[in-house]
């Protein structure tokens, strides 16, 4: 079973940047789509970014121009530069793949705050 583990949240000011990786237990990436979700406190967990194993990226609506997903496939992970960050960008963060084929991991908290 592949299991992902999420790092690189923390705290962080409005108009902040982060960069949150992701890895796997097993080769996925290469092979499945993979994307990064984040689930705002409460509120449903919704899609951020998604790139494809041919390097297709897609962004929501609310992060497009801010966000840049990137993945590593010889690591096995994959990135997550945020940059321009405020408050709704605020929850917690995780990696799968697209659409969800693994359990979810921990996860990591991002909190953008003054």
């Known amino acids: 079973q592949v299991q992902f583990a999420e790092s690189g949240g923390g705290l962080v000011q409005p108009g902040g940047s982060l960069t949150l990786s992701c890895t796997a237990s097993?080769?996925?990436?290469?092979?499945?789509?993979m994307a990064w979700y984040r689930q705002a406190p409460g509120k449903q967990r919704e899609l951020v970014a998604v790139?494809?194993?041919?390097?297709?990226?897609n962004y929501a609506t609310s992060v497009k121009g801010r966000f840049t997903i990137s993945g590593d496939n010889a690591k096995n992970a994959m990135y997550l530069q945020m940059n321009s960050l405020n408050a709704e960008d605020t929850g917690v963060y995780y990696c799968?793949?697209?659409?969800?084929?693994?359990?979810w991991g921990q996860g990591t908290q991002v909190t953008v705050s003054s």
């Open positions: 799968n793949t697209s659409p969800q084929l693994v359990p």
């Open positions: 097993k080769t996925v990436f290469s092979i499945y789509a």
């Open positions: 790139i494809t194993n041919r390097g297709n990226i």
